[in-house]
């Protein structure tokens, strides 16, 4: 069965640094588009970061420009967050994502997800 399976999460303090990993089993995804989302309590849920299936190519939200890094290995089938100087607004749940490549590779619907993984910056 296919899935993705978030780790890394946790509770840290502002300008700490956290790696969130997506481990995808079931199939192998590299011909997958991969991204990050992330959701607060009461807000919708915000496109953070996406991987090209060939992983040259990179795109973020401003928001978090600058500071996150997202990276794929496929040999591991795995897609990483690196998250360097954490604020409390990137407080949420962090959910990774993939689609087949036939689609744009930072917009538009994702086929799959996995189910989040918290991250809590406290001031």
């Known amino acids: 069965q296919v899935q993705l399976v978030e780790s890394g999460g946790g509770l840290v303090q502002t300008g700490d640094s956290l790696r969130l990993s997506c481990a995808a089993s079931g199939r192998t995804f590299n011909y997958y588009h991969r991204a990050w989302f992330r959701q607060a309590p009461g807000k919708e849920r915000e496109f953070v970061a996406a991987?090209?299936?060939?992983?040259?190519?990179?795109y973020y939200a401003d928001s978090v420009k600058g500071r996150f890094t997202i990276s794929r290995d496929n040999a591991k089938n795995t897609v990483y967050l690196q998250m360097n100087s954490l604020k409390p607004e990137d407080t949420a749940v962090y959910y990774c994502a993939a689609k087949y490549y036939t689609g744009n590779y930072y917009s538009g619907s994702y086929d799959y997800w996995g189910q989040g993984t918290q991250v809590t910056v406290s001031s």
């Open positions: 991987i090209r299936y060939s992983g040259g190519n990179t």
